[in-house]
């Protein structure tokens, strides 16, 4: 099997796993006939935002936050097992370059899957299990730093979005070509399909901002298990959770 197969391969399977519907497979269990493509979220007590995508957080928005996080699972278990196979599979030279056109197409399958019309979820999720399987020290260091940055900036979109680009940084510390190249890729799919809802936020944090001290969520998603912990409005809260 000549080099150039292995890639294909890979690519091949990761899109194909990466399209499978953790949310929609657990959905007709628990939420049968419910629409999951569009879902309203409080941000604080000046409005919210409307998100579109079928991802773990619409379906814990209507079933509960624990189908929600089991969802998430089964999505980062998707990705880290086609990426793993992929890695374990190809011939040592190219291992690594094979296992993150794997993971890299599993974010792609996962955001834009064939199966459902190309309506799928935002990327997270998968995107944890790929950076697992490639280096899973990334993701404790990017998700640290995410938090940490956020806080001294005083920033809460800073904090809970900027883990996935900071893939690219540790990627070019680490020297790993590969991993960069996977960083670079999930990150413009993550990017092109987070727009819409990042200028949503964006525009209600400039007109509100002072009244914020994090976002608040009505329900877990795969942003939130991690670099996206629910958090409580401090001013209004007072601290409390």
């Known amino acids: 099997m000549s080099l150039a197969r292995w890639y294909v391969g890979a690519a091949a399977a990761g899109y194909l796993v990466g399209s499978v519907s953790s949310t929609r497979a657990l959905a007709r269990v628990v939420a049968p ?4 493509s569009t879902t309203e979220y409080v941000i604080d007590e000046n409005g919210g935002l409307v998100s579109r995508g079928v991802s773990p957080s619409s379906l814990g928005s209507r079933a509960g936050g624990g189908w929600g996080g089991l ?10 097992a086609v990426t793993t196979a992929a890695r374990s599979l190809a011939p040592d030279e190219v291992a690594r370059q094979v296992a993150a056109t794997a993971g890299a197409a599993a974010v792609i399958g996962h955001a834009y899957p064939a199966y459902y019309q190309f309506e799928g979820g935002f990327g997270q999720s998968p995107m944890i299990g790929a950076a697992l399987a490639l280096d899973w020290v990334s993701m404790p260091v990017t998700t640290v730093t995410s938090w940490v940055t ?5 920033d809460a979109l800073v904090a809970q979005e900027s883990w996935p680009a900071l893939m690219v940084p540790f990627a070019l510390w680490r020297r790993d070509r590969a991993l960069l190249g996977w960083a670079a890729a999930v990150n413009v799919v993550y990017w092109i399909r987070m ?3 990042a200028r949503q936020r964006l525009e209600h944090y400039r007109r509100y901002r002072p009244s914020w001290s994090c976002l608040l969520y009505t329900s877990p998603s795969p942003r939130d298990c991690g670099p996206d912990l629910v958090c409580r409005l401090l001013l209004e809260k007072r601290g409390g959770g």
Do not use: F, N, S, T
Not at 73 to 78: L, S, Y
Not at 150 to 154: C, I, Q, T
């Open 33 to 36: 006939g419910q629409d999951l």
């Open 71 to 80: 969802a998430a699972v089964m999505d980062i278990g998707k990705a880290l």
């Open 150 to 154: 956020g806080v001294a900036v005083g």
């Open 195 to 197: 727009a819409p809802e």
